[in-house]
């Protein structure tokens, strides 16, 4: 089994920037695309990024396109979200996950297998 854990979320203003980290620790051998979701108040999670095995390839949900990047080092075991030019519609718990069977970068949830418990990011007007 993977572990995963968020860190890097918190409270910043409209326009701010934020650096996300998901280390994962465990079976990271299993690990082939990982992925970044989100949650707003009451909904479901909705796909934000992901990146394949190798960090050749990533695919974004078109409302952070251009403002978030996805990032991975496998040496590490680390997963990063840089986001940028934040909006307060980016207010959300923002959860990593890591795919067993998918090593492109699928944005479909019941792809990935692994999940973390999730950091809270609010983006203030």
């Known amino acids: 089994q993977v572990r995963l854990v968020e860190s890097g979320g918190g409270l910043v203003q409209t326009g701010s920037s934020l650096t996300l980290s998901c280390a994962a620790s465990?079976?990271?051998?299993?690990?082939?695309?990982m992925a970044w979701f989100r949650r707003g108040s009451g909904e479901e999670r909705e796909f934000v990024a992901a990146?394949?095995?190798?960090?050749?390839?990533?695919n974004y949900a078109d409302s952070v396109k251009g403002r978030f990047t996805v990032s991975r080092d496998n040496t590490r075991s680390t997963m990063w979200l840089q986001m940028n030019s934040l909006k307060p519609e980016d207010t959300a718990v923002y959860y990593c996950a890591a795919s067993r069977i998918s090593v492109l970068p699928t944005s479909r949830k019941e792809r990935y297998a692994d999940w973390g418990q999730g950091t809270q990011v609010t983006v203030s007007s």
């Open positions: 465990g079976r990271t051998n299993t690990m082939n695309a």
């Open positions: 990146i394949s095995t190798r960090g050749g390839e990533t």
